[in-house]
């Protein structure tokens, strides 16, 4: 019982460090490892966007010791021995081979290897599970019960939070003073929550409860009385979707307000995002078209695309960066040839959320003008490309015996699992084109672009005006009109930031 | 560590690298299989060369078939109807629509869609119904550039060829005998493109053209 007690003491406390610690940068990044023995927290250094720990931290937690022989690393546990090389991502498991996703690293005399080494090597020679959720930093150990909670907050006439739970886990609500507590048959949560909406005064904060294995939801001045309803969408989550209604005399004296606008102004969003959710949009890719060997189109009085392209893509980086706090990647920096595989390669690498592929247009008459934004359309791939990404995952015989799966996305159908949600980023860029520039007769079309095909992402590619129109050219090269096309590539992110949210599991 | 241990541990990596990599081509190999070769089963008879388009009899049958041009406001394909050699075999008939693309002046309004200078290499046609047009690299080095015109480019050929065959599928443009990535950096051109209809501008609304 004692020892029950502290266990939840400790789990409580990782409840409510863990998660924070995965979202905000501030605080050095750590991998917290949670088990019946408590919360530790091991660091983390970031190699090459990787998240790498010293192979000496693993000792306390894991009983693990460390011996340099010949060029490689013994690493002893359990009676058991991991080889380790340097530079090789290929390491020795009692005997078995294992691979990891990135290779080993000695760094000024000191061995790293990725997070991912806990789960793949580490695991299998403890006899333990250790399972390693790369998105929020956590390993869970053992048979601790940590489901992943992803809390969802949609406000109208009243207010809805929609928890999913994965792996699926019983739910229970209780009304406190002031909140309300969801307690799921779990050990500790693994909880995200996205920003607050504007509630109406039913909701002021979701967050984790004082038990480790809650949530608590706490109410504002409108709120008078929730309803709950649990279901299972798929066999491995659970959803639970709790109301929150005004009381009844308030609904009765008062006619509810009505709901605001939703927020189609080209105010930016100048909240500055600590709070940036592990789900959405944390990462954007912007490429800027066409570049050293290849000019693009010319303009009439020689202005060059791959000039434009590259002025655009800059103001925009700068305003993602400083308006929204997001992670922001050019494929050039400069004037330099790029491939086309290279450019969603770069995307692809990053994990970007977003590909934006930013060029100017030319037709054979000078008159053409305006702005266009493009998805990608597939033809002959098509229903095959569907068909490979709905079942992406392959068992492959693995290394040592036996099968793994793995998810296989094949470079050249990468693009045909996002076309839903890229068509809904390019009416975004279009609608917010045109709050700010002259748009083309044809605004959004489908064409099978090279750049577009191998982005394992939502993608889209804008030509923002066209060159070969002498006026436009003028137009083009202008600061005023490339920071009026990159503010309005940046309130459509904002939009689509708010889809990518709500379409979070 | 014994040394031979040591050996057996190399000779367990070698041998999982090896078989590693035969699973990895293995499945490679799989996986592109839609996409293999086009088997050619018909060539164009002559080597475009010897063949200027002069020397046809300009008395022998002729077709009436559809070309296409970029339209007044250059963002569509507009068909025009010309008469064009009839052919013997859908290779010498593919070969004379590009020809006659080629070489036919846009009528008023509308432009053409093909680079200056561009010369037709061969035509070739797959077991699948596809037609392999092989450009020179004039379609290249001159296209002016631009997505909206490099698909009209790209298009032209592709509905050109499938609206005047219809039993052809699928076209992909060759540049000098070589599968290219794009024209002018954005249409992919590395595998065949169907007809694409949404481009082209239907007879009824071609008059009333904004512009």
Excluded: C
Excluded at chain 1, 462 to 490: C, D, H, W
Aim: glycine share 6%.
């Amino acid at each position: 019982m004692l020892r029950l007690a502290r266990t939840v003491a400790f789990v409580l406390l990782a409840a409510a460090t863990a998660v924070p610690v995965a979202w905000t940068q501030q605080t050095p990044p750590a991998l917290t490892i949670l088990s019946r023995e408590g919360r530790r927290a091991v660091p983390l250094t970031v190699i090459n966007n990787q998240d790498y720990v010293l192979v000496d931290d693993l000792a306390g937690p894991f009983g693990t010791s460390a011996r340099e022989a010949a060029g490689g690393l013994t690493i002893a546990a359990n009676g058991r021995t991991i080889i380790v090389t340097a530079d090789q991502s290929v390491v020795s498991a009692a005997g078995r081979l294992v691979s990891l996703p990135v290779p080993a690293l000695r760094r000024d005399g000191r061995w790293y290897v990725p997070s991912d080494f806990i789960s793949r090597a580490l695991a299998p020679v403890l006899d333990r599970r250790l399972d390693l959720r790369r998105a929020s930093r956590l390993v869970v150990a053992d048979d601790l019960r940590v489901p992943r909670v992803v809390a969802r907050v949609e406000s109208g006439a009243t207010t809805t939070v929609t928890l999913e739970v994965t792996p699926a886990a019983a739910s229970r609500v209780s009304a406190e003073a002031g909140r309300l507590i969801v307690q799921f048959e779990a050990d500790a949560l693994d909880l995200t929550v996205p920003p607050l909406p504007p509630t109406q005064g039913f909701l002021t904060a979701v967050g984790p409860g004082t038990a480790p294995n809650t949530v608590a939801l706490a109410t504002g001045p409108r709120y008078g009385a929730y309803r709950s309803s649990s279901s299972q969408p798929d066999a491995g989550s659970a959803r639970l979707v709790i109301e929150l209604m005004p009381s009844t005399s308030d609904l009765a004296a008062a006619v509810p307000p009505p709901a605001p606008a939703p927020a189609l102004s080209p105010a930016p969003d100048l909240r500055p995002s600590i709070m940036t959710p592990a789900t959405g949009l944390r990462t954007v890719v912007i490429d800027p078209g066409h570049g050293g060997d290849e000019d693009g189109a010319h303009g009439p009085r020689g202005t060059l695309e791959k000039d434009i392209t590259l002025a655009v893509s800059r103001r925009l980086r700068t305003l993602i960066e400083s308006r929204m706090g997001l992670r922001v990647f050019l494929t050039r920096e400069d004037d330099r040839t790029v491939s086309h595989d290279d450019r969603s390669a770069i995307a692809n690498n990053q994990r970007a959320d977003v590909f934006l592929s930013i060029h100017a247009n030319a037709a054979g008459r000078a008159q053409v003008s305006g702005a266009e934004v493009y998805y990608l359309s597939i033809d002959r791939a098509d229903e095959e490309a569907r068909r490979r990404a709905a079942d992406q995952a392959i068992a492959l015989p693995s290394l040592g015996g036996g099968t793994r799966t793995i998810d296989l996305i094949l470079w050249e159908t990468a693009q045909a699992r996002y076309l839903e949600q890229s068509s809904s980023l390019a009416g975004l860029i279009e609608q917010a084109l045109r709050e700010r520039v002259e748009m083309s007769p044809r605004a959004v079309q489908q064409a099978p672009f090279r750049v577009l095909v191998g982005a394992n992402m939502p993608a889209a590619l804008v030509e923002i005006g066209y060159l070969s129109n002498p006026a436009q050219e003028q137009q083009l090269g202008t600061a005023e009109y490339q920071t009026r096309v990159a503010e309005a590539l940046f309130d459509a992110l904002v939009r689509f930031r708010g889809v990518l949210e709500r379409m979070a599991p | 560590m014994t040394p031979r241990r040591i050996l057996t541990i190399v000779a367990g990596v070698v041998a999982a690298a090896v078989f590693g990599w035969l699973v990895m081509s293995a499945l490679g190999r799989l996986l592109r299989a839609p996409a293999a070769p086009a088997v050619v089963v018909e060539e164009a008879e002559e080597p475009p060369a010897v063949a200027p388009p002069e020397a046809r009899p300009a008395t022998g049958p002729r077709i009436k078939a559809t070309l296409y041009f970029a339209s007044a406001d250059g963002q569509r394909l507009v068909g025009v109807e010309r008469e064009v050699p009839l052919a013997e075999g859908t290779v010498a008939q593919a070969r004379a629509l590009v020809e006659a693309l080629l070489q036919t002046e846009a009528p008023d309004s509308l432009s053409t869609v093909v680079p200056q200078g561009t010369a037709l290499r061969g035509v070739y046609v797959s077991a699948r119904n596809e037609i392999f047009v092989d450009l020179d690299s004039a379609v290249r080095t001159n296209h002016p550039g631009g997505s909206m015109q490099e698909l009209l480019t790209v298009y032209g050929f592709v509905n050109t060829l499938l609206v005047n065959l219809p039993t052809m599928n699928e076209v992909q443009l060759l540049v000098d005998g070589r599968e290219a990535d794009t024209l002018a950096g954005h249409v992919d051109l590395r595998r065949p493109l169907r007809k694409n209809d949404g481009l082209i501008v239907s007879p009824d609304t071609k008059d009333q053209d904004p512009s």
